[in-house]
């Protein structure tokens, strides 16, 4: 079965879009996904920006709120705008890089990001981090004191050296073998590419 | 019949490809195109850009050509990389300009385009955009005569303000109605809210 590396942070707006609508849109390809959650701020800063490109350009921020109303109705996804924004949710990041390879890695990722970019909720707090696990039937926890373990701490910081490793410049990102997509526009794309590089 | 404001430059790539596409996709919604014509240049300036911004970021200019390949062959366009890039075409846009509500308006702008980005020739020297509308069975003499006047040299810059009043940031950028589209990748949504707009 083909996979698809899927480089994302909680805190991007444009992973929302791609956090939702992955897992299906993958499985109508019969592709897997492979989660590879990542701090962006590093990211951005090793290339010298303080932020998000379009943070530091008030005409394009301006327009990307009015963007993402019209693809949350676009793809059927609720939207608040954050008015915490971008959140840092370096413990839910850290969650699901433990959880990368558990069945409910997607539905925690989507949770969390439903909070952030649905309801505008925070996702920074532990105590956020275990609401979701609990309303997920899971041992909260256990799952955090995992999380929170140094070798998952290192991992995270490991991961995201990996991204720039990659030339990662941004979320959403996938890899279909060595080939970069970069944007929840490319997902699509990056879908058909790998079933391609299947065949 | 409701229309759609397409604002281009003839440097931008992604605008090669709205270029490409716009008439046919318009016509299969019922859409008529109001071509737009200005110069990037001064709008990045004015946001304090020396020019594109992902020009002045290493990583994603690398990436913005992959995606151009893939972009292309995913369209059926003609591509090669400029070898100059961004090509300032002042004249093919005053030409664009004096001729945006003739019928061949569209023809000129897919030529001059195909030539920049499908066949990386000149497109800013008069020989190239008297070629490109000798080749059209036009009147190049007068056609640029007229181009070159002083109120449609006047009539380009004021397009440019335009622009910049409506709060465009790059190109290219797509109206409907009051409502901005920003880049190739929207131009589908904003011809079907242009066909929303009007039932």
Not at 82 to 89: E, G, I, N
Not at 132 to 160: C, F
Request: hydrophobic fraction near 45%; aromatic fraction near 12%; glycine fraction near 6%.
């Amino acid at each position: 079965m083909p996979s698809l590396e899927f480089w994302f942070d909680f805190g991007s707006n444009y992973s929302y879009l791609s956090v939702m609508r992955i897992e299906a849109a993958a499985a109508q390809r019969g592709v897997a996904v492979q989660w590879r959650p990542f701090l962006l701020g590093p990211v951005f800063q090793s290339l010298g920006w303080r932020t998000a490109p379009f943070l530091q350009q008030e005409l394009k921020l301006a327009y990307v709120w009015q963007d993402m109303v019209r693809e949350c109705r676009k793809y059927g996804l609720p939207w608040q705008q954050p008015s915490v924004f971008p959140r840092k949710a370096v413990l839910a990041l850290r969650v699901a890089l433990w959880a990368d390879e558990q069945p409910w890695v997607g539905e925690f990722c989507r949770r969390t990001m439903a909070l952030n970019f649905g309801q505008d909720r925070d996702v920074e707090s532990e105590a956020s981090v275990r609401a979701t696990l609990q309303a997920m039937g899971l041992d909260a926890d256990s799952v955090i004191a995992h999380a929170l373990s140094e070798p998952n701490k290192l991992r995270l910081r490991t991961q995201t050296e990996t991204a720039m490793a990659k030339g990662i410049f941004g979320a959403p990102t996938f890899f279909a073998g060595q080939d970069m997509f970069w944007g929840n526009d490319r997902l699509d794309d990056a879908l058909a590419h790998c079933q391609a590089l299947e065949h």
